[in-house]
């Protein structure tokens, strides 16, 4: 790729399900124009619908310069656009040959320095880069969290094939710009990271509530009253290094081997996933929710979890 | 134990390292009287120090009526005031033998409706209250987390001999009435549950660092900016009900075999904790904190922390 200083004004989003349409949401709230594509029944009404309903919230965490819930168009092929985009992010359905079609018809189609991100977090890059006749370098992941224009996360994972030098330093740079927190996943991994570590949680907690160790509503109650609250804030090396009066080492050499000892007791117990294990803990999960009136939930946490980020970002340390 | 309605007014705090001396601060400003015991050197001189430095923090979160510096007595033994303790929260050595012995004491001398509970999460009550002649059915851990005047959850952890019809609701009532959220651990399990699930994450995130797919940073920087928000507000188990539409069974049904994929995976490269493994990730997390104003991180921190707990007991559905 040439040393492009192209810059970032218009992306394209392609499939405006959950996670393209909230990304679209975000880019326009950032003051960009976004070309909107989607081939589903109604999804340009849908969409409209959805960001209409959204934008209020964009408004209150901040809109950027020139930010305008009319700076989207929604077009029914990007053909015809190509020289009008400076940045794909991708949203299509998890399947790798719709992937390896679509990216090879973009690498083909776009300039070499537009850098074609997909939010996939189930399959990695290299399976359809490989697609790529052109400039597969300018492949990788883009993965966000949902909902994507609240968690500031998203997972850049480069394939083998991407160019570390310019197209990693871009994505992330501007992944920056519009507010979000980049982190860099090396290598393609199952899961890539964030969703491993709350797959190591997840499985634990399954197994502790299926053996009777704990009620699920204690175990959310556990969590959300002690780690959660410290790992909103401090990361996990972090506290470790506070715990270690500012030594990881130090930490690492006095509990590792505590760490390790409850590790090897989880594995003893893990939880098999067999249809009757689902059974058994769905029967025993599903009653904390009967009551539940989960739009107050969504709502109230969408609104917490603003005022948090807004917090951190006021802060001098917190990240 | 008898069905007692012993009004829980004293507390008698056992050692005042940085657990016994933040509980005793939590407990002052909550209203309560407490007595407090250490034998170490210059213990009431250090408890002294604490409890003024932390009673301007104490202020900010609320003091309740009657709440004052002042009620605290330190005194060398407890002998000669067991009538005036209703609840004990022990902080001792991580030494069973030296838990057996306090706790024997403990148990001839004070009446049989006063609970005695240990902040220990190392070693289960079942190791001491076996040590108790008279009523080993009123001893329990109340784990609390680091700093306890601050993060809200207590482990309340019985032991196979604890009274689950007076005691365990009674210990239960008791921190939710200084408000504290208690989760109640129904087996003993090495490390309970918050440290199981923390050493979960751990051990995956050596792993991830070792292996070179993440940085220490970017990995503190993914916890931060997604699942640690998420955790902080919403328990795992809601987070799968949430994201399955309303029904964790749907959630796990769907996600099930993915989840469990990543845990294999991980299994296949869990942290081995050798010397070595040791030296070598330290090696590549240390400079990370070289430049750290871990003072500074952890006041941001601690204000940070009570404002979203003050934002959360605000809501009508966070907990």
Redesign the interface.
Known sequence: MSQSKREIKTIAVIGTGVIGASWTALFLARGLKVLVTDPAPNAETNLNTYLEAQWPTMGQTGLSEGASLSNYTFVSSLDGYFNQIDFIQENGPERVEFKRTLFAHLDEKLPSDVIIASSSS?IPSSQYASACQKHPERVLVGHP??PPHL???V?VVPHPGTDRETVVPRAIEFYKSIGK?P?????E???F??????????????S??S????????????????????????????L????GG????HF??HL????????D???KH?FK?SEQD?QD??KS??P??QQ???E???R??DD??S???D??DR?????
């Open positions: 189930g969290f949902n968690i500031p996360l997972e927190k982190a860099l996943i090396e290598k991994t199952p899961g990271v964030v969703n491993r570590l709350q797959a190591a949680v997840l499985m634990e907690a399954y502790l509530v053996r009777g160790v704990i009620s699920a509503a204690d175990l959310d109650t556990a969590m959300t009253s002690s780690l959660g609250l410290r790992w909103a804030l401090n990361g996990p090396f972090l470790n290094a506070l715990a500012g030594s990881f080492q690492i050499e590792g081997p505590a760490l390790k000892s409850w590790h007791d989880m594995q893990t996933m689902i803990l769905s999960v599903e904390m929710f539940a009136d989960l107050t939930i969504q109230e946490r917490a979890l005022r948090i980020i917090m951190k802060s001098s340390s917190l990240h």
